[in-house]
């Protein structure tokens, strides 16, 4: 176990999940390269994950700096902005409090930057593995999301002209490749971040401000995928928003991304009225599925939002 000779940042955003946040920072000290610093922003409720943090012996690791930070406001994106003014690295990983990495996750990732002698890569990710990718694939829903050009992860890493992106998690798992799109869980370089910031206009559990910020910043730098970056996403339940909230979060940032960030061509747009009647079904079979109205309310606050924003930004 090295402390890796550029100085790098580990940026945690946690919310009420101090055993899942015990485990990760678990499998980070076992990385074949330690980072400088961690940052832990913290927007918890309680005491829990402080009193867990102040139990953990970082005393026992003193080439690492430990940094904490409370946030009364829950909001990923606050938070990893927050924690971007912390750090103090140049080069900043972002990961979840409920990921396990594989051991050599951070040198994987550390390598692309090492390599890149002319600092062109803006920013790297690596292969994020969930549950229900070890659990083998759904032909049906892989169709209906190429269909109607929705976000699947077993696309290019490119941004679909309708406003969702692909990742590349199920079509590469054996070489390096640019990428327009990098998920939550990836790095930056700090100059990088020092001219693009997350959009604190998507709030709490900001659903797709990593693709935002990641396609913004692919116009400047180039975005690297490594497969061999690898981490296990848990997913946890615990501290997630009601579903009423995540599925009016899931109408409405696409439609303020899509007006945020591409062109508005009579294609683009008949892509993005496409895709979202796409999600409109996918929002209810997933109300019949689960048997309840919680998605299909919030789809129906998405599209009020959506119009409340259209009549004031028109007016």
Known sequence: MTVNKMKTSLIICTKNRPDDLKECLDSVFQQTELPTEIIIVDSSNSQDSYVMLKKYN????????????????????????RGIELSTGDILHFIDDDV???????EKINEIYRQDKE?????????????????GT??????????FLLTNDKGSG???????????????????????????????????????????TLTGAAIREDLDISYRI???YQLIYTPFAKLYHKASDIGREDKELYYQKYIYNHYYLFRKNLNHNLFNVICFLWSDLGS????????????????????LKGYKQIFQHLFHHDS
């Open 158 to 200: 490119k941004m679909l002209p309708s406003g969702w992106g692909t990742v590349q998690y199920r079509r590469n798992r054996d070489k390096i490749a640019k990428t327009e799109i990098l998920q939550g869980c990836c790095s930056y370089r700090k100059k990088v971040l020092d001219e693009y910031k997350f959009d604190e």
């Open 58 to 81: 970082f005393l026992d690791i003193p080439q690492v700096r430990f940094v904490y930070k409370h946030s009364d406001i829950q909001s990923s994106t606050y938070q990893r902005n």
């Open 218 to 220: 692919s116009r400047k």
């Open 119 to 135: 600092g062109n890569v803006g920013g790297v990710g690596g292969l994020i593995i969930q549950k229900k990718r070890l659990s």
């Open 138 to 147: 759904n032909v049906l829903s892989d169709l209906f999301k190429t269909i």
């Open 280 to 299: 409109v079904l996918g929002i209810i079979l997933i109300s019949i599925k689960q048997k309840s109205m919680k998605p299909i309310k919030g789809a």
């Open 100 to 106: 396990i990495l594989e051991p050599d996750y951070l």
